[in-house]
């Protein structure tokens, strides 16, 4: 059901929208109802122990991945499980216990020969940034008219506005959205980084981006800089 709404409004929003309020707020509430959907299939059951031979339950959905947008380890694993008809008491409880509840496979904490996953440490570096742009990129496709990413910088704004313009994701496609934040954030597109590239677009030239940008020594930027840090920018990215 929600991933027929999403296709239905997707639909919706390219051919019939006329951006009237009535509009908004139909766009809105299907957003919510979707939302809510989706919450539901999540819930987790009272009694999470389950019963000798009582089949999994494996039309319940499983989390997300804390660090990206990538099935938990076990949402994976019982998505294998699904349809082959294994009851619970088959599976091999080490097995069960090994898996993630809370990580995707490329971003367990410790690799199968014991060792930690540097992959792992990598993205928990960066939970707080990765949450950050989650959050403003969430903001940004419930409200594409408009630059509404409430980073608080009107330059970090128009770069999400302009961003998103170019993508048909909705608030709905969570796991899009969390990929989309992982790989800003793995592939080191600051803020800066950002409003250059809003800079650019409107015509500014190097030399111009770098005497209204301040380095982390609050010092404007050298035209060699703001060279260096435009190459270092992923083309998905770019504006
Ligand atoms: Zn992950």
Request: proline share 3%.
């Amino acid at each position: 059901m929600e991933r027929m709404q999403r296709q239905l409004l997707r639909q919706f929003i390219k051919t019939v929208e006329q951006k009237t309020t009535t509009d908004e707020h139909f766009i809105a509430t299907l957003e919510s109802l979707t939302g809510l959907v989706w919450d539901c299939a999540c819930k987790r059951p009272k009694r999470s122990s389950s019963t000798k031979g009582v089949n999994l339950n494996t039309q319940r959905k499983h989390g997300f991945c804390e660090l990206c947008g990538n099935q938990t380890e076990f949402a994976a694993f019982m998505s294998t499980v699904a349809g082959q008809h294994i009851n619970d008491v088959e599976l091999e409880d080490r097995k069960k216990l090994e898996l993630s509840h809370q990580y995707c496979e490329v971003h367990r904490p410790k690799l199968a020969n014991g060792e930690w996953n540097p992959t792992y440490r990598q993205a928990k570096r960066s939970l707080t940034q990765f949450n950050i742009e989650l959050k403003r990129l969430t903001h940004q496709c419930a409200n594409r008219s408009k630059p509404h990413a409430m980073s608080g910088d009107e330059l970090i704004d128009s770069y999400f506005f302009q961003l998103m313009l170019r993508l048909t994701l909705q608030p709905a496609d969570k796991a899009e959205l969390r990929n989309l934040a992982r790989r800003m954030v793995d592939s080191k597109l600051s803020d800066t980084k950002k409003k250059m590239l809003v800079l650019k677009r409107s015509g500014f030239s190097q030399a111009e981006i770098g005497k209204r940008i301040l380095n982390a020594k609050q010092q404007p930027m050298t035209r060699q800089a703001v060279s260096k840090a435009l190459a270092s920018v992923r083309k998905e990215f770019l504006l």
